[in-house]
């Protein structure tokens, strides 16, 4: 390709930012990718502060057709790219408008990327909005240019247009240019520094940037200190932290002590609590009494007072999560005892959090007789999700710092001003590639802490816990915690586990292991090279103190770790090889997906499995002398702690973290391949595109480890969620967690589902495997919507499904004015969600994550589409593996499982009193079978109707217009 001639430039920008001479730069592109996608619009602004100079757009030939997608999604047409040079006709008027301006985009890397593959890489100075936003406002909830020319108020009427988005991003720009001059000169300063050290784009700007004359003053710094929190000597500071008054935010409560006497709950009050007229119905804003919820909140009460165990099923509507914690909060305030709450989703831990508790407290202080109850409650969250300050300062010092976590740590300044609590949950993160240095920076790994003074988050989170009559936690955190012996959330008598059909799902995670072949090149990367570990003891050693005896120890031992790097990453490569040509042979996975390889005891006796463990043999060996020379080093270096070493607590954290990795890697490459658990499932996955190795690891049944180490350890535990039975029985789910010898209490709705919901089971639909299903259920999703208006959503159990139905609906409904958000090709979840509920004229397709923790009550969905029973894949390892337990494992197996995560998709359905709508389930099976009425009569007691495919319109428009 020709490479347009460009003169040099130089890359600093020597006045003040206001005063420089800048060009807003966009494109719109026919794709994704530079290498083979193309340019069809560049637009640009020439502009000074709020002057704009000039401005330049084109549309530009990319010589192909262009998607119906990108039509839409930039509203240019085929006929005006047809009509337009191509992008080697005018790159020379682009770098003519641009000449020595500095260059500004959102997401400017994307835009530079396709220049330098049409030849054209422009030498200028430059600054990325992205970058800007992300680091100046670490909370907002969105990134995008549409987000913040919105939050800025600046002018956006026609977004993906390359002269418009042009033009918002100088607006966005200039108005982050004053929030950044805005900053105090201290902090200004320190971000500086830290692109200077990183390379990082904003360099220019925060070096020739002059703070505003009405700017703060300077913050004081953040130090490290010792037990007794003084200042260490010799440890740098940083500017723009008050550690005092974080120390002052951070500061909790006194453990709870528990009663030596336990008083009971009073049945009778929580009963009368929950009665329309009671001073708790009046201050809880509409207010409904449901005999369901009474009758759970006596049994859950009634558990916690005798003990034991207690399982509930509560179907929508019944509001269980009132129902447990009123008996749970009286209890534990009245006897300073703590209850961890426990429950699957993030949306459901902030509304107890952030909703039901404080409901609960203002309800109760209506209620005479528990106006004296003083209940303290929070979140407790894993390791990973809070900051360590000691890798935070730790990182910010290092030598060696990439432009990623330049931007992480300059980010995270600016939040550690107010943040409460150092959860990144505050933070807006954004994509993987921006979130990885958060990794260095969290408390993950931080079991061996050698830091007792100071702020610490992970420690007050702990404290604040301790202090706490009810703990929220999760299903991740709580079987982690209990893998690891119990070191985060503190000693508790009662357990409630809401959505308790997860709980299995989460212990297989959790108590087993995922190793993925990357995991290795990471550990060992973070070792080596010039910014890793090894090197970085080595620099701060040398700016230490030390007698030389000390810095020789030093010096050798990081030289011998080094050169034990190289032979283990061939080691480790030659032996991921051998599993790839073990497992993923031609023809024995499929290529058209990743591949999921179960690796069993006849897959062992295998001759070619011999192979493979002499190169686990030869990698183990270079593991365990790695592991040695990092214990030495660790050795060595603790010795140093008296030699005004700089960022020595820092360096032990790395060390300690590393050498615990480098002992875990190792353990579990040693169980999949050689030592593998009596009762353990091993498999390996293959991405399809990267072709990178899995190795997996879950225990056959969690069931008995779940009632040893954790509902045997409890007074009371309960277990309930809106779907837990199969068949009227809770048998399945109490056999697979367990949770035997419990007592148990099957609630119904209050809705009236015969009058609002009605379940249409096509009995003339196509089997699944008929080469026309697909085409029927395209036809079917298109003709539900047409009928509803839009306000359908068609679950799916395959990705591969739901493309071909998007595909084939989408210019047919466009027609109709109704539009198709198909999960994986026009959003996010959360992105397609949020434009169903503002656009309800659509038609939403989903898999797995739309089948339950949606929300969609009121007018919003009137239509739920099942493509077919959602059985497991028979050849998913675990799945399969546990299937072999039973004599007949598809009746007593996958038929309960399939019916929960029906019950679980229809639940979309029907949300308030007032939701009324249609659901149809295209899977021929359920009529045709003879487990077919075991789905029926496990879903609510709905009006059904075993209709003709032709019909479903008119049962449509008839059942909604009654």
Same mark, same amino acid.
């Given at each position: 390709?020709?490479?347009?001639?460009?003169?040099?430039?130089?890359?600093?920008?020597?006045?003040?930012?206001?005063?420089?001479?800048?060009?807003?730069?966009?494109?719109?592109?026919?794709?994704?990718?530079?290498?083979?996608?193309?340019?069809?619009?560049?637009?640009?602004?020439?502009?000074?502060?709020?002057?704009?100079?000039?401005?330049?757009?084109?549309?530009?030939?990319?010589?192909?057709?262009?998607?119906?997608?990108?039509?839409?999604?930039?509203?240019?047409?085929?006929?005006?790219?047809?009509?337009?040079?191509?992008?080697?006709?005018?790159?020379?008027?682009?770098?003519?408008?641009?000449?020595?301006?500095?260059?500004?985009?959102?997401?400017?890397?994307?835009?530079?990327?396709?220049?330098?593959?049409?030849?054209?890489?422009?030498?200028?100075?430059?600054?990325?909005?992205?970058?800007?936003?992300?680091?100046?406002?670490?909370?907002?909830?969105?990134?995008?240019?549409?987000?913040?020319?919105?939050?800025?108020?600046?002018?956006?009427?026609?977004?993906?247009?390359?002269?418009?988005?042009?033009?918002?991003?100088?607006?966005?720009?200039?108005?982050?240019?004053?929030?950044?001059?805005?900053?105090?000169?201290?902090?200004?300063?320190?971000?500086?520094?830290?692109?200077?050290?990183?390379?990082?784009?904003?360099?220019?700007?925060?070096?020739?940037?002059?703070?505003?004359?009405?700017?703060?003053?300077?913050?004081?710094?953040?130090?490290?200190?010792?037990?007794?929190?003084?200042?260490?000597?010799?440890?740098?500071?940083?500017?723009?932290?008050?550690?005092?008054?974080?120390?002052?935010?951070?500061?909790?409560?006194?453990?709870?002590?528990?009663?030596?006497?336990?008083?009971?709950?009073?049945?009778?009050?929580?009963?009368?609590?929950?009665?329309?007229?009671?001073?708790?119905?009046?201050?809880?804003?509409?207010?409904?009494?449901?005999?369901?919820?009474?009758?759970?909140?006596?049994?859950?009460?009634?558990?916690?007072?005798?003990?034991?165990?207690?399982?509930?099923?509560?179907?929508?509507?019944?509001?269980?999560?009132?129902?447990?914690?009123?008996?749970?909060?009286?209890?534990?305030?009245?006897?300073?005892?703590?209850?961890?709450?426990?429950?699957?989703?993030?949306?459901?831990?902030?509304?107890?959090?952030?909703?039901?508790?404080?409901?609960?407290?203002?309800?109760?202080?209506?209620?005479?007789?528990?106006?004296?109850?003083?209940?303290?409650?929070?979140?407790?969250?894993?390791?990973?999700?809070?900051?360590?300050?000691?890798?935070?300062?730790?990182?910010?010092?290092?030598?060696?710092?990439?432009?990623?976590?330049?931007?992480?740590?300059?980010?995270?300044?600016?939040?550690?001003?107010?943040?409460?609590?150092?959860?990144?949950?505050?933070?807006?993160?954004?994509?993987?590639?921006?979130?990885?240095?958060?990794?260095?920076?969290?408390?993950?790994?931080?079991?061996?802490?050698?830091?007792?003074?100071?702020?610490?988050?992970?420690?007050?989170?702990?404290?604040?816990?301790?202090?706490?009559?009810?703990?929220?936690?999760?299903?991740?955190?709580?079987?982690?915690?209990?893998?690891?012996?119990?070191?985060?959330?503190?000693?508790?008598?009662?357990?409630?586990?809401?959505?308790?059909?997860?709980?299995?799902?989460?212990?297989?995670?959790?108590?087993?292991?995922?190793?993925?072949?990357?995991?290795?090149?990471?550990?060992?990367?973070?070792?080596?090279?010039?910014?890793?570990?090894?090197?970085?003891?080595?620099?701060?050693?040398?700016?230490?103190?030390?007698?030389?005896?000390?810095?020789?120890?030093?010096?050798?031992?990081?030289?011998?770790?080094?050169?034990?790097?190289?032979?283990?990453?061939?080691?480790?490569?030659?032996?991921?090889?051998?599993?790839?040509?073990?497992?993923?042979?031609?023809?024995?996975?499929?290529?058209?997906?990743?591949?999921?390889?179960?690796?069993?005891?006849?897959?062992?006796?295998?001759?070619?499995?011999?192979?493979?463990?002499?190169?686990?043999?030869?990698?183990?060996?270079?593991?365990?002398?790695?592991?040695?020379?990092?214990?030495?080093?660790?050795?060595?270096?603790?010795?140093?702690?008296?030699?005004?070493?700089?960022?020595?607590?820092?360096?032990?954290?790395?060390?300690?973290?590393?050498?615990?990795?480098?002992?875990?890697?190792?353990?579990?490459?040693?169980?999949?391949?050689?030592?593998?658990?009596?009762?353990?499932?091993?498999?390996?996955?293959?991405?399809?595109?990267?072709?990178?190795?899995?190795?997996?690891?879950?225990?056959?049944?969690?069931?008995?480890?779940?009632?040893?180490?954790?509902?045997?350890?409890?007074?009371?535990?309960?277990?309930?969620?809106?779907?837990?039975?199969?068949? @009227? &029985?809770?048998?399945? /789910?109490?056999? +697979?967690?367990?949770? %035997?010898?419990?007592?148990? *209490? $099957?609630?119904? !709705?209050? #809705?009236?589902?015969?009058?609002?919901?009605?379940?249409?089971?096509?009995?003339?639909?196509?089997?699944?495997?008929?080469?026309?299903?697909?085409?029927?259920?395209?036809?079917?999703?298109?003709?539900?919507?047409?009928?509803?208006?839009?306000?359908?959503?068609?679950?799916?159990?395959?990705?591969?499904?739901?493309?071909?139905?998007?595909?084939?609906?989408?210019?047919?409904?466009?027609?109709?004015?109704?539009?198709?958000?198909?999960?994986?090709?026009? @959003? &996010?979840?959360?992105? /397609?969600?949020? +434009?169903?509920?503002? %656009?309800?004229?659509?038609? *939403? $397709?989903?898999? !797995?994550? #739309?089948?339950?923790?949606?929300?969609?009550?009121?007018?919003?969905?009137?239509?739920?589409?099942?493509?077919?029973?959602?059985?497991?894949?028979?050849?998913?390892?675990?799945?399969?593996?546990?299937?072999?337990?039973?004599?007949?494992?598809?009746?007593?197996?996958?038929?309960?499982?399939?019916?929960?995560?029906?019950?679980?998709?229809?639940?979309?359905?029907?949300?308030?009193?007032?939701?009324?709508?249609?659901?149809?389930?295209?899977?021929?099976?359920?009529?045709?079978?003879?487990?077919?009425?075991?789905?029926?009569?496990?879903?609510?007691?709905?009006?059904?109707?075993?209709?003709?495919?032709?019909?479903?319109?008119?049962?449509?428009?008839?059942?909604?217009?009654?």
């Amino acid at each position: 390709m020709d490479t347009v001639s460009q003169p040099r430039m130089d890359l600093t920008i020597r006045t003040d930012p206001f005063d420089e001479t800048w060009v807003a730069l966009d494109l719109e592109t026919t794709g994704l990718a530079p290498e083979k996608d193309k340019i069809i619009e560049i637009g640009a602004v020439k502009f000074r502060t709020d002057e704009v100079l000039d401005t330049f757009q084109t549309f530009v030939n990319p010589e192909r057709r262009l998607s119906e997608f990108i039509t839409d999604y930039t509203g240019i047409r085929q006929s005006d790219v047809d009509a337009a040079p191509p992008f080697n006709q005018v790159s020379g008027e682009l770098l003519a408008f641009i000449g020595a301006s500095s260059l500004v985009g959102h997401n400017l890397e994307f835009d530079l990327g396709f220049l330098r593959a049409n030849g054209v890489s422009p030498p200028n100075a430059t600054c990325d909005t992205w970058d800007l936003a992300y680091v100046l406002r670490p909370k907002l909830g969105a990134y995008t240019l549409g987000s913040l020319a919105n939050r800025f108020g600046a002018r956006h009427d026609r977004p993906h247009r390359a002269v418009d988005d042009a033009d918002a991003t100088r607006e966005v720009f200039v108005a982050l240019l004053k929030e950044l001059a805005s900053l105090d000169g201290d902090t200004l300063a320190e971000m500086a520094r830290l692109a200077e050290r990183s390379g990082w784009r904003l360099r220019p700007v925060l070096q020739s940037i002059k703070p505003a004359a009405a700017s703060r003053p300077a913050r004081p710094k953040i130090t490290d200190f010792d037990k007794d929190g003084r200042k260490i000597a010799g440890e740098p500071g940083v500017s723009g932290i008050d550690v005092k008054a974080m120390a002052s935010r951070l500061a909790r409560g006194r453990p709870i002590r528990p009663n030596a006497v336990v008083e009971p709950v009073g049945v009778d009050l929580v009963e009368s609590v929950l009665k329309a007229g009671s001073g708790f119905s009046e201050a809880i804003a509409r207010f409904e009494e449901r005999d369901e919820q009474v009758e759970m909140a006596r049994a859950v009460a009634e558990t916690l007072n005798e003990g034991g165990r207690l399982v509930v099923e509560a179907g929508t509507g019944v509001g269980k999560s009132m129902a447990y914690l009123l008996p749970a909060a009286i209890y534990a305030a009245q006897n300073n005892r703590r209850v961890v709450v426990s429950t699957n989703t993030i949306n459901l831990q902030e509304q107890l959090v952030g909703k039901d508790l404080p409901m609960l407290v203002e309800g109760l202080a209506k209620v005479p007789e528990a106006a004296g109850i003083d209940l303290k409650y929070t979140q407790l969250k894993g390791r990973a999700n809070y900051m360590c300050l000691r890798k935070w300062q730790h990182l910010r010092n290092a030598d060696g710092i990439a432009e990623p976590e330049a931007r992480m740590v300059a980010k995270t300044l600016m939040w550690l001003r107010e943040t409460e609590t150092g959860d990144r949950t505050e933070l807006n993160l954004g994509h993987r590639a921006a979130a990885a240095p958060w990794d260095r920076l969290s408390a993950q790994g931080a079991q061996e802490c050698m830091h007792t003074g100071g702020p610490c988050f992970l420690r007050a989170a702990r404290e604040k816990a301790a202090a706490s009559h009810v703990v929220v936690v999760n299903h991740a955190l709580l079987l982690s915690d209990l893998a690891m012996g119990g070191t985060v959330i503190p000693e508790y008598d009662v357990l409630i586990v809401d959505e308790a059909h997860h709980l299995e799902d989460e212990a297989t995670r959790q108590l087993g292991f995922a190793l993925p072949q990357s995991a290795f090149d990471e550990h060992l990367t973070r070792l080596g090279g010039d910014r890793g570990v090894f090197n970085e003891a080595v620099s701060i050693v040398r700016k230490s103190s030390a007698d030389e005896l000390q810095r020789k120890a030093v010096e050798e031992g990081t030289t011998k770790a080094n050169k034990q790097i190289a032979p283990l990453r061939e080691a480790l490569a030659r032996l991921f090889s051998g599993v790839d040509a073990t497992l993923f042979a031609d023809g024995q996975s499929r290529r058209d997906r990743n591949s999921d390889v179960r690796v069993s005891k006849a897959t062992r006796a295998q001759p070619g499995w011999s192979d493979l463990e002499i190169l686990w043999h030869n990698a183990d060996l270079l593991l365990a002398d790695l592991g040695s020379s990092l214990e030495a080093l660790h050795r060595a270096v603790s010795g140093l702690d008296g030699a005004d070493l700089p960022g020595y607590e820092g360096i032990m954290t790395e060390l300690t973290e590393t050498s615990q990795s480098n002992g875990m890697l190792r353990h579990r490459l040693a169980e999949f391949v050689a030592n593998p658990e009596e009762d353990g499932i091993y498999w390996a996955t293959r991405a399809l595109q990267s072709r990178d190795i899995e190795l997996h690891a879950a225990p056959l049944h969690v069931g008995e480890t779940l009632d040893k180490t954790l509902y045997s350890t409890k007074e009371s535990v309960v277990l309930t969620s809106a779907t837990l039975s199969a068949n @009227g &029985t809770f048998d399945h /789910l109490t056999e +697979r967690v367990g949770f %035997q010898e419990s007592r148990e *209490l $099957l609630l119904g !709705s209050p #809705f009236d589902y015969e009058h609002a919901a009605l379940l249409c089971t096509p009995r003339d639909m196509h089997q699944p495997s008929s080469p026309d299903y697909q085409e029927a259920v395209n036809d079917a999703v298109a003709q539900a919507a047409i009928a509803a208006g839009g306000r359908t959503m068609a679950l799916f159990t395959s990705h591969a499904a739901l493309r071909a139905c998007a595909s084939s609906i989408r210019s047919y409904l466009r027609t109709r004015g109704l539009s198709v958000l198909a999960q994986g090709v026009d @959003g &996010t979840p959360q992105q /397609l969600v949020g +434009r169903f509920v503002r %656009q309800p004229e659509s038609v *939403l $397709l989903g898999t !797995s994550s #739309f089948w339950e923790g949606v929300d969609l009550a009121g007018n919003v969905l009137r239509v739920l589409l099942v493509a077919r029973l959602p059985f497991n894949v028979p050849t998913e390892p675990v799945f399969a593996a546990r299937s072999e337990l039973y004599e007949n494992p598809f009746t007593q197996y996958s038929v309960p499982q399939a019916i929960l995560r029906l019950r679980q998709g229809f639940g979309r359905l029907i949300r308030t009193r007032s939701d009324r709508g249609v659901a149809i389930i295209l899977d021929q099976r359920i009529v045709s079978k003879r487990y077919g009425r075991e789905f029926i009569s496990s879903l609510p007691p709905v009006t059904s109707n075993a209709c003709l495919l032709e019909d479903i319109p008119s049962e449509i428009e008839r059942w909604l217009d009654r």
